[in-house]
């Protein structure tokens, strides 16, 4: 029972927009990227590929983090599209700041973009009855 076996570090962090959340799992690899299953690459359309690439291009721009050492799995479940676009740059943002410890990666996401590491806690306000919308009435005439 003397042998240890060796513990593997594993980041778990979560990351949410409207009604989208999104899980990330980061640990050692060789620099994939995997949404839903699917590799980063091959993740359509463009706007979203990019907007979730962003947090993985400002790591890069660092002299001190390797992103080509680790492996990022996300799920994400519910909203649309952008939505679950802008939950996953969340997730992977505050996982890569767990998995480094860097303060300075963590000033450099909140100078770009502060949603990065805070997630965006705006939710789409109900429609009430007798009304269209949410604020919308119907209007009074009394001509």
């Known amino acids: 029972m003397g042998t240890k076996a060796k513990v593997k ?5 979560v990351g949410k927009r409207k009604t989208a959340i999104a899980r990330v799992t980061i640990k050692e690899g060789k620099g994939l990227v995997r949404i839903n299953k699917k590799p980063l690459e091959i993740i359509e359309p463009e706007v979203v590929r990019a907007k979730i690439a962003e947090p993985l291009f400002i790591a890069s721009q660092l002299p001190d983090v390797d992103i080509d050492s680790i492996d990022a799995e996300v799920n994400v479940r519910g909203g649309g599209f952008m939505g679950q676009a802008e939950a996953a740059r969340t997730a ?3 996982g890569l700041v767990d998995w480094t410890g860097d303060e300075e990666l963590k000033q450099s996401y909140l100078r770009y973009d502060r949603s990065l590491l805070v997630s965006d806690m705006r939710k789409k306000e109900p429609k009430k009855f007798g009304a269209k919308g949410a604020r919308a009435k119907r209007q009074k005439s009394y001509r």
């Open 92 to 94: 992977i943002a505050r």
């Open 9 to 13: 570090k594993i980041v778990n962090q």
